[in-house]
């Protein structure tokens, strides 16, 4: 799966390659993604067989650039893979997902020296990377940060605890984010450091959804990693995290629509077979309108995702990335909720057993209201966009 051409010059509409390339990853998810959807959910465990099944569809490096082993794939066809795999299994997607938020930062901010030595890794699926910013006591407000790195000649150690961290015991690089003065904001600085340098992960959580990505409570104490493995320049760590998390929550939001989809393309289904009072319940006017109102939900989602995609593969040329990325991720997680609950409705009582898929969905849709900034820090983000 290569894209060979950059996006449209009408980032709205999707170019005939990607409307291929769509089709290509729907026909994967479904042959090898959605067959084991169900039963690693139930297992509450990292899928090995579904993470080989990206690295050998070249979905690992689709995000990455070419010059260190990547497909320089645009941030909208990212988040069409993102989607598509979404619609059959959020967790999966979130494997896609994942190692790319960690690697932003060495992306956008590393040195080449940095990239060159774990960029590769990551496009052939020989490494993972999680991103460590929250803390217990600083995730929303993440300038409370309390975790510190202190200089020892040609090192940094560091000292402290991050929380909510996807992938956290499966990946084996961290970019973490650290207190090196005391200054509010300009006092973080950002690192890279490898697991077996002293990375502890103290407890994986029970979560409502998203149940096959591990969640995970990480510990340092006195992790020691050299300055060539600091990321961008000292105190400048929150600008870079708030940077990524700007080019992220776009493809959280497009996660959400995958979701959705995925709950209302069952749903159809479903009420297409399901027969009261002597007809199919799809003849009903009253869940007609639902499932219109789902299809006009997610239509306004994706599109305002896309929207904020094509911004970021622009560079982002008006300033208005970080508004129209944080109303992208915002409505597009709430539309998830929304969709995937009337979903459940939609089937009755069955909506409610596990031996359909929409309840795990609507568990799955949750969390995208929540990480990489809560619904309500969103709309916080848009508000001073527009006051001031």
Known sequence: MRETEGMSQQPMTLSEEQHEFRRIVRQFAEDKIAPGAARRDELHEF???????????????????????G????????????EELARV??????????????????????SHELKSEVLPAICNGTSQASYCLSEPDAGSDVASMTTKAVRDGNDWIINGTKC?????????????FARTSDDRHKGITAFLARKEWGVHIDKLEDKLGICASPTAVVRFDDLRVPDAWRIGEVGQGFTIGMHTLDRSRPTVGAQAIGIAQGALDFAIGYMKERKTFGKPIAQNQGLQ???????????????????????ADEGDPHGTLSMIG???????????????TDCVQLL????????FPVERMMRDAKITQIY??????QRMVIAKKLLG
Request: glycine share 10%.
């Open 47 to 69: 899928d090995w067989d579904a993470f080989k099944a990206l690295v050998a569809a070249d979905l690992t490096s689709l995000q990455y650039p070419a010059e260190y082993g």
């Open 71 to 82: 497909q320089g794939a645009s941030l909208v066809t990212q988040a069409i893979a993102a």
């Open 89 to 110: 299994c959020a967790s999966t997607s979130l494997v896609f997902l994942i190692s790319k938020l960690g690697m932003l930062p060495v992306i956008n901010f590393g």
């Open 164 to 176: 909510w961290i996807t992938n956290g015991g499966i990946s084996d690089l961290y970019t973490i």
């Open 289 to 311: 309108w639902m499932v219109a109102d789902a299809a006009m939900q997610i239509e306004a989602a994706r599109g305002l995702v896309y929207q904020a995609c094509a911004l």
């Open 326 to 340: 944080a109303a992208a991720k915002a409505f597009a997680s709430d539309v998830s909720m929304k969709v995937t």
């Open 348 to 355: 009755g009582g069955y909506g409610y057993t596990r031996d």
């Open 372 to 377: 990489e900034g809560t619904n309500q820090i």
